[in-house]
């Protein structure tokens, strides 16, 4: 009987449970469904090209050179914040190892242990259930996202828009896209209002027909869909904008918000608010940036063994780091005892 | 394959007894802290004194990490006002502070732990939910207990 061991390398979100993908070698991680984020991008940078291209040189000869550069900024800044929001680790828990998870577990025939613990945090009982998938007690304020199949540290929502979870790693970034995105929307919306009330006062729409024949139908109309678009993205985003900013506020999410946790009876009971709008703001916006504790590119050996008696093969992953070193120091140890 | 057979004769000599986990104190909130209370399996193994020590200074680790202050403010604008791009180049406050909780783990494994056949897992490994500590058994001289890695609460010594 012989046996072949084959040895590979690989990255451990290859191996990771739960509905991402990831791009670029375990860089980029994002959920399943990307068919709005594209649509989102589409958006975004289709009606600020048409901006660029047929508002811009008018708005910055007649008015004033400054419009575009700021419109360039505050356009890199929402998609410098939504590429963020949309590639990054919501807080995503991994799973508990097998050891973990049977600290729970008990032999069939006994009474299963609880499942929800209870814990007081700041004078305050929160319960914290236990989540079946990940074999974990959920921390406070996580949750589980079915869409993405992981549970969340501080979970706000799954935003299709955005294409991932928004959790406590990237709310910040999903704020200031919100808000730099309002920013750009009424930007725009104002200078096509204005590029077109400028060009009807400098001599009136016949007059200005006369000139360009052609192009100008094509640009009004192209304006007018800017117009359009700008309009109805407004509404949705500045009242997002709004909504985020009262969250923020009072240090909710929108979770806790839409399971009404802190509201009704138990209005003003939020164990994690600093009771001082400030403060909240200041801990959401500025506080430390956590990182990700998935560890996505780091290294798995991988061994596959092949052997001719058993044809499938059988594969085991392991992470052969520095505890080798340790675990040498734990033999001497014993053998020290030994003698 | 080398390491293969390194770790075939180390199992031979020591074999994992049973794990035990600091769970999160949440009582002061979300902020990373985990619970001194002195696991009743470490009795035997470890003085109460060193265990509280280490979980203390890490605590207070996670808490530098996590402290929200003049400078953890200053680079929260610094960064947004590059549109964070400028975390390509610098390391986070919270990812230098990891970085000295590694060593500070692996200098205590060393000096500590490991003499008493224990080992700390940093909890960055288990998503910042338990600090897991390996107890580790002499196969050698332990008797019929040994072999089996399992790891049910009640295992009888």
Redesign the interface.
């Known amino acids: 009987m012989s046996a072949v061991?084959i040895?590979r390398k690989v990255r451990k979100w290859e191996k990771l449970p739960g509905k991402n993908t990831f791009c670029c070698d375990g860089r980029v991680m994002m959920a399943r469904q990307k068919g709005v984020f594209y649509l989102t991008l589409f958006l975004i940078t289709g009606t600020c090209a048409l901006f660029f291209a047929f508002e811009c040189p008018y708005l910055a000869v007649h008015l004033c050179p400054a419009i575009p550069v700021f419109a360039v900024l505050l356009f890199?800044?929402v998609m410098?914040?939504l590429l963020?929001t949309s590639f990054s680790d919501p807080g995503v828990?991994?799973r508990?190892?097998p050891?973990?998870a049977?600290?729970g577990n008990v032999p069939a025939g006994q009474r299963p242990p609880p499942r929800i613990r209870n814990?007081?945090?700041?004078n305050q009982i929160?319960k914290l259930k236990y989540c079946y998938t990940c074999k974990?007690f959920r921390?406070?304020?996580a949750s589980h996202c079915s869409i993405c199949d992981n549970c969340v540290d501080?979970f706000d929502h799954h935003c299709p828009w955005v294409g991932n979870c928004v959790g406590k790693r990237n709310y910040r970034?999903f704020y200031?896209f919100t808000l730099s995105l309002s920013l750009l929307t009424i930007y725009i919306f104002t200078f096509d209002i204005v590029h077109v009330v400028m060009r009807s006062m400098n001599g009136g729409f016949l007059n200005t027909l006369k000139e360009t024949p052609g192009t100008y139908p094509l640009k009004l109309s192209l304006t007018v869909l800017e117009v359009l678009v700008c309009f109805f993205t407004l509404w949705s985003v500045v009242g997002l904008t709004g909504f985020h900013t009262y969250l923020i506020s009072l240090n909710q999410t929108t979770n806790e918000d839409i399971k009404g946790s802190w509201s009704g009876k138990n209005r003003g009971q939020n164990?994690?608010s600093h009771k001082n709008i400030i403060k909240n703001c200041?801990?959401v916006?500025?506080?430390?940036?956590?990182?990700s504790?998935l560890?996505r590119r780091g290294l798995l050996q991988e061994?596959t063994l092949i052997s001719s008696s058993n044809p499938v093969p059988q594969t085991t992953v392991s992470a052969?780091k520095?505890?080798?070193a340790?675990?040498?120091?734990?033999?001497s140890?014993?053998?020290h005892?030994?003698s | 394959?080398p390491?293969?057979h390194?770790?075939q004769e180390?199992r031979h000599?020591?074999s994992l007894a049973n794990?035990v986990?600091i769970q999160?104190d949440?009582?002061?909130?979300?902020t990373c802290k985990f619970q001194t209370k002195f696991p009743s399996e470490l009795e035997s193994r470890i003085e109460r004194t060193l265990f509280e020590d280490t979980v203390k200074t890490l605590n207070n680790y996670y808490a530098e990490?996590?402290?929200?202050g003049g400078q953890?403010?200053l680079?929260?604008?610094l960064?947004?006002a590059t549109?964070?791009?400028i975390?390509l180049c610098m390391e986070?406050?919270?990812?230098k502070v990891?970085k000295k909780i590694a060593k500070y783990i692996?200098e205590q494994?060393?000096k500590i732990y490991?003499?008493?056949?224990?080992?700390i897992?940093d909890p960055?490994?288990?998503?910042?939910?338990?600090i897991?500590i390996s107890i580790?058994e002499?196969r050698?001289?332990s008797g019929s207990s040994s072999g089996s890695s399992s790891?049910?609460?009640s295992t009888a010594r």
């Open positions: 061991m040895t890199l800044f410098a914040m963020r828990l991994p508990a190892l050891e973990e049977a600290n814990v007081q945090i700041n929160v974990i921390p406070p304020r501080r970034y200031l164990p994690y200041c801990e916006l500025c506080g430390p940036t956590y990182p504790v560890d061994d052969h520095h505890t080798h340790l675990f040498l120091i734990v033999v140890s014993f053998r005892t030994d | 394959f390491q293969f390194n770790l180390l000599s020591a794990k986990f999160r949440y009582s002061e909130g979300t990490a996590e402290k929200i953890s403010y680079e929260g604008c960064a947004c549109a964070y791009l975390f986070t406050r919270y990812e990891l692996q494994n060393e490991a003499p008493r056949g224990l080992l897992t960055i490994e288990r998503g910042m939910r338990v897991e580790y002499d050698g001289s790891v049910s609460g």
